[in-house]
């Protein structure tokens, strides 16, 4: 198990495939709840997001949080599971007041080391890569419109089937449906996400109108690319 990010001077970092371990939870789980934590703190999940390839030499996402992003996540955790990452996060941070490098002693320590090296380079790359989609897509939109956007827009936009982009905002307390309408929850609007405006129809009733801001379009451009190509691990 060496999935923690280890640096002289650079702060320490446990990935979610760690934290999966040490508290006897599936992967995914673990990812879903790091999700709901980054977006309830207003977080930008890419910026935390990174890869590793399986048993089966499939990309997959992990994520990679220092220790008070660990602490945040564990609240809802028991306190068996608790103590364990604490205990592993006593380990790395005795591990990191040490000196993180030290001379190669061999030629096959040597070997080693450039092999370490170079599947860093190569993660860092793939992780850019990864991201490149959902640069690209806020570039093309700010330059086309800076203006508001419906559901539908927004859908068009991002490329998403209608229903599957519906469920994603649902699972993620982005929207709810309320009567007829799907609204967004007060703290994305809070946060400049959405505009909602209210009115009355000719027949005399009352609608709700939610628009995603060119901020909240960015920002489920950013969430939704890096969750679209994910497989569940």
């Known amino acids: 198990m060496n999935n923690t990010a280890l640096t002289q001077n650079v702060q320490p970092t446990m990935t979610s495939?760690?934290?999966?371990?040490?508290?006897?939870?599936?992967?995914d789980n673990?990812?879903?709840?790091?999700?709901k934590m980054l977006i309830e703190l207003e977080k930008d999940v890419l910026m935390f997001q990174g890869i590793y390839f399986d048993s089966m030499n499939r990309k997959q996402t992990e994520y990679h949080l220092d220790r008070d992003l660990t602490d945040c996540l564990l609240?809802?955790?028991s306190a068996k599971a608790r103590m364990a990452v604490i205990k592993r996060w006593r380990e790395l941070e005795g591990y990191v007041a040490t000196p993180s490098f030290q001379v190669p002693q061999s030629m096959a320590e040597a070997l080693r080391l450039a092999a370490d090296q170079a599947e860093r380079i190569e993660q860092q790359q793939a992780a850019i890569e990864q991201a490149r989609p959902s640069v690209e897509f806020v570039e093309r939109y700010v330059s086309a419109d800076s203006g508001n956007k419906g559901f539908r827009q927004v859908a068009k936009l991002l490329k998403a089937n209608e229903r599957d982009l519906r469920a994603f905002l649902a699972d993620h307390k982005i929207m709810y449906r309320l009567g007829?309408?799907?609204m967004p929850y007060q703290n994305h609007i809070d946060a400049g996400r959405f505009v909602v405006k209210t009115g009355v129809a000719e027949n005399e009733h009352a609608?709700?109108?939610?628009?995603?801001?060119?901020?909240g379009v960015n920002w489920l451009a950013s969430l939704w690319n890096g969750q679209s190509t994910e497989v569940a691990a």
């Open 17 to 27: 495939r760690e934290i999966a371990e040490l508290t006897d939870k599936r992967h």
């Open 207 to 215: 609608f709700n109108t939610a628009k995603f801001t060119p901020k």
């Open 30 to 35: 673990v990812k879903a709840d790091i999700q």
């Open 180 to 182: 007829g309408e799907w």
């Open 75 to 77: 609240t809802g955790y």
